[in-house]
């Protein structure tokens, strides 16, 4: 690389000097003005804007011969027609064209171009009928960044407060809705903070955009409370939910008409406590769907599937012409047909020339134990198909409540009392409900 001053006394009047000049990084390879891009997707076409640019370059010489290490060159181009490749990412390109006296050009590409002096403008994708606008403004890099006033981003949203020193609160809450990406305080979510220094409204925080980095959440020995509720949902000191706040909360909410569904393991519940009925079980139902094997299959009872209510049967006519059979489903207690038989029907299935149909089969309630059940179904004749077993089933639920006169009573999902424990401990048995040989039921 050769020595070389430039502005100096006796320099001559020599363009790739000049050129050096504005060759900073910081100050080339970007739109200045225009250069918008307007896409014609039916011909394809883009109209690319009359506007500025600057180029930046490795190298160009000077009159003398001098090799000039990076330099820019000011590009003005009037506004042109820029015919597109169809189905294709087109790559639209400034050439500032330093062979010719001013003559750069705008280019469509389908890659990006290795030419030193050009500049990607945008892209302009005929296979989706998009366009991407690029390299508008400048790229500054510096060791360091002295703001004499605010920071500003480009929607309005001020980054930095220069009179107040501080980045405003309303900034981190509209999260990466506006110029401040809630991403950006992904790194501090760690800092050490002295909490004495700092003063914080609860309608200054919105962590709605921000998500968390971890799956725990740890109060480190503090009580959790609802302000507006006026109760303690977590004692710390004792470690549980105070039941003589379950009350209030429930009042707060005005939630007395829907039953909660719980899981109860080794759990004791003062219920004088509870407004509203308590349910053990599992309500949601749940269906078995089978395709792959629709005429003969197992599936499991569980505690989501306590009770079998229908077995629905896709059944389909491919031939020209309409048909009738004899259709049959079995419900076995077991892994075949050997097991025992649970219930079973047979319905006569009359399917038009190349339709189908979809019918209930078993429309009772049927209890099922834990264990293995079959379903197996056969029909008189060969031309009908069967595609799809649909096995319905639901969970058991009970719910536990108390009457106007201090009675309790046990309730199946179908609303159905099983027994009720009055005031002096007295059962009166409701549907045929038995207790077990040996087990006495009383009231505390």
Same mark, same amino acid.
């Given at each position: 690389?050769?020595?070389?001053?430039?502005?100096?006394?006796?320099? *001559?009047?020599?363009?790739?000097?000049? %050129?050096?000049?504005?060759?900073?990084?910081?100050?080339?390879?970007?739109?200045?003005?225009?250069?918008?891009?307007?896409?014609?997707?039916?011909?394809?076409?883009?109209?690319?804007?009359?506007?500025?640019?600057?180029?930046?370059?490795?190298?160009?010489?000077?009159?003398?011969?001098?090799? @000039?290490?990076?330099?820019?060159?000011?590009?003005?181009?009037?506004?042109?027609?820029?015919?597109?490749?169809?189905?294709?990412?087109?790559? @639209?390109?400034?050439?500032?064209?330093?062979?010719?006296?001013? *003559?750069?050009? &705008?280019?469509?590409? =389908?890659?990006?171009?290795?030419?030193?002096? %050009?500049?990607?403008?945008?892209?302009?994708?005929?296979? +989706?009928?998009?366009?991407?606008?690029?390299?508008?403004?400048?790229?500054?890099?510096?060791?360091?960044?002295?703001?004499?006033?605010?920071?500003?981003?480009?929607?309005?949203?001020?980054?930095?407060?220069?009179?107040?020193?501080?980045?405003?609160?309303?900034?981190?809450?509209?999260?990466?809705?506006?110029?401040?990406? %809630?991403?950006?305080?992904?790194?501090?979510?760690?800092?050490?903070?002295?909490?004495?220094?700092?003063?914080?409204?609860?309608?200054?925080?919105?962590?709605?955009?921000?998500?968390?980095?971890?799956?725990?959440?740890?109060? +480190?020995?503090?009580?959790?409370?609802?302000?507006? %509720?006026?109760? =303690?949902?977590?004692?710390?000191?004792?470690?549980?939910?105070?039941?003589?706040?379950?009350?209030?909360?429930?009042?707060?909410?005005?939630?007395?008409?829907?039953?909660?569904?719980?899981?109860?393991?080794?759990?004791?519940?003062?219920?004088?406590?509870?407004?509203?009925?308590?349910?053990?079980?599992?309500?949601?139902?749940?269906?078995?769907? /089978?395709?792959?094997?629709?005429?003969?299959?197992?599936?499991?009872?569980?505690?989501?599937?306590?009770?079998?209510?229908?077995?629905?049967?896709? @059944?389909? +006519?491919?031939?020209?012409?309409? &048909?009738?059979?004899?259709?049959?489903?079995?419900?076995?207690?077991?892994?075949?047909?050997?097991?025992?038989?649970?219930?079973?029907?047979?319905?006569?299935?009359?399917?038009?020339?190349?339709?189908?149909?979809?019918?209930?089969?078993?429309?009772?309630?049927?209890?099922?134990?834990?264990?293995?059940?079959?379903?197996?179904?056969?029909?008189?004749?060969?031309?009908?198909? &069967?595609?799809?077993?649909? /096995?319905?089933?639901?969970?058991?639920?009970?719910?536990?409540?108390?009457?106007?006169?201090?009675?309790?009573?046990?309730?199946?999902?179908?609303?159905?009392?099983?027994?009720?424990?009055?005031?002096?401990?007295?059962?009166?048995?409701?549907?045929?409900?038995?207790?077990? &040989?040996?087990?006495?039921?009383?009231? /505390?």
């Amino acid at each position: 690389m050769a020595d070389n001053v430039f502005p100096q006394t006796g320099d *001559a009047n020599d363009a790739a000097q000049f %050129a050096q000049l504005i060759g900073q990084n910081n100050l080339s390879n970007f739109v200045e003005k225009g250069l918008r891009l307007t896409p014609d997707y039916s011909v394809p076409e883009v109209s690319v804007g009359s506007g500025v640019c600057f180029i930046h370059t490795g190298t160009s010489s000077s009159s003398s011969g001098t090799t @000039i290490e990076e330099t820019g060159y000011a590009v003005q181009t009037s506004s042109r027609i820029v015919s597109l490749s169809t189905s294709s990412v087109n790559y @639209i390109y400034v050439h500032a064209n330093l062979s010719e006296q001013n *003559a750069p050009t &705008v280019e469509a590409h =389908t890659s990006h171009q290795s030419d030193d002096a %050009a500049l990607h403008i945008g892209t302009v994708d005929t296979s +989706n009928d998009t366009s991407t606008e690029l390299n508008r403004y400048p790229t500054l890099e510096g060791e360091s960044l002295t703001v004499q006033k605010d920071i500003t981003a480009t929607d309005g949203t001020t980054i930095w407060d220069s009179s107040n020193e501080y980045v405003p609160q309303s900034s981190i809450q509209q999260g990466h809705n506006s110029g401040l990406d %809630a991403d950006l305080l992904d790194g501090v979510e760690r800092a050490d903070i002295s909490w004495s220094d700092i003063s914080i409204s609860q309608s200054d925080i919105d962590l709605s955009n921000v998500g968390a980095a971890d799956t725990d959440f740890d109060i +480190n020995g503090y009580d959790i409370s609802d302000g507006s %509720a006026g109760v =303690t949902i977590w004692d710390s000191s004792n470690q549980y939910i105070p039941s003589q706040q379950v009350e209030g909360l429930v009042g707060h909410y005005g939630d007395t008409t829907n039953p909660h569904e719980v899981t109860l393991e080794q759990a004791r519940i003062q219920n004088d406590r509870i407004d509203g009925p308590l349910i053990h079980g599992h309500d949601p139902a749940e269906t078995i769907t /089978e395709t792959s094997s629709p005429k003969s299959f197992n599936f499991d009872a569980s505690t989501e599937r306590d009770i079998h209510q229908s077995t629905d049967v896709t @059944i389909s +006519n491919s031939s020209d012409s309409s &048909v009738t059979e004899d259709i049959t489903v079995e419900l076995y207690d077991g892994s075949d047909t050997s097991g025992t038989l649970v219930t079973s029907q047979t319905q006569s299935i009359s399917v038009s020339a190349g339709g189908s149909t979809t019918t209930a089969f078993i429309v009772s309630d049927q209890l099922l134990d834990s264990g293995t059940y079959h379903i197996n179904i056969t029909q008189s004749g060969s031309t009908l198909s &069967v595609d799809q077993t649909d /096995e319905n089933t639901r969970g058991a639920t009970y719910t536990l409540g108390q009457t106007s006169t201090g009675q309790f009573y046990v309730r199946n999902q179908y609303g159905n009392d099983s027994f009720w424990v009055n005031p002096d401990g007295d059962v009166e048995m409701k549907q045929g409900f038995v207790l077990p &040989v040996g087990t006495d039921m009383y009231a /505390e």
